[in-house]
T-cell receptor
């Protein structure tokens, strides 16, 4: 039962353009969402989060949007830089839940 | 540097053997999580401890067990190892359990031959 889904295994974007990574979830009890970035041979690194009381959270070049009615969130990276090339994981947590549930990840490649 | 330390970084062992993976959480973090990442797979939650007590269990095999010690470090024990247990094992920690970001260690790459 995949409660958090990232349907695009990979995404390729030109440097300087916008990267949009998508994530869908099925559990309506989830109320806190996070994005992690992972380079090869390293652990995931926390990037940005959003609570269900908000629909947008921005941190520099990174913005996360949450659409609760569609159970969908997205991560926008503007402008994309070569150093953004990594695997991005979406994660979710719900009230009373003790764990983060992760999606399968999307491999983002930024082309020069 | 996330502040979470995992040892060893790499481990190669034979089928049927038993190994112990160790995790030291960030200073002040009470919650420790273990995740498994098999080749090209997402992060599968295994188990979580909070201040020494088991709080949540995921898809953890009966051959696997874990514990969190009074000094808050945690160990994941994997026994009767099979080829399919080869994976990256990540430990993460957070201040509390629940709605907060967790910080990950660099992982232990386990290869079962």
């Amino acid at each position: 039962d995949q409660q958090v889904k990232q349907n695009s295994p990979s995404l390729s974007v030109q440097e300087g353009r916008i990267s949009i990574l998508n994530c869908d979830y099925t559990n309506s009890m989830f109320d806190y969402f996070l994005w992690y970035k992972k380079y090869p041979a390293e652990g995931p690194t926390f990037l940005i989060s959003i609570s269900s009381i908000k629909d947008k959270n921005e941190d520099g070049r990174f913005t996360v949007f949450l659409n609760k009615s569609a159970k969908h969130l997205s991560l926008h990276i503007v402008p994309s830089q070569p150093g953004d090339s990594a695997v991005y994981f979406c994660a979710a947590n719900g009230q009373g839940a003790q764990k983060l549930v992760f999606g399968q990840g999307t491999r983002l490649t930024i082309n020069p | 540097d996330s502040g979470v330390t995992q040892t060893p970084k790499h481990l190669i062992t034979a089928t049927g053997q038993r190994v112990t993976l160790r995790c030291s959480p960030r200073s002040g973090d009470l919650s420790v999580y273990w995740y498994q990442q098999s080749l090209d797979q997402g992060l599968q939650f295994l188990i979580q401890y909070y201040n020494g007590e088991e709080r949540a269990k995921g898809n953890i095999l009966e051959r696997f067990s874990a514990q969190q010690f009074p000094d808050l470090h945690s160990e994941l024990n994997l026994s009767s190892l099979e080829l399919g247990d080869s994976a990256l094992y990540f430990c993460a920690s957070s201040v509390v359990a629940g709605n907060t970001e967790a910080f990950f260690g660099q992982g232990t790459r386990l290869t079962v031959v």
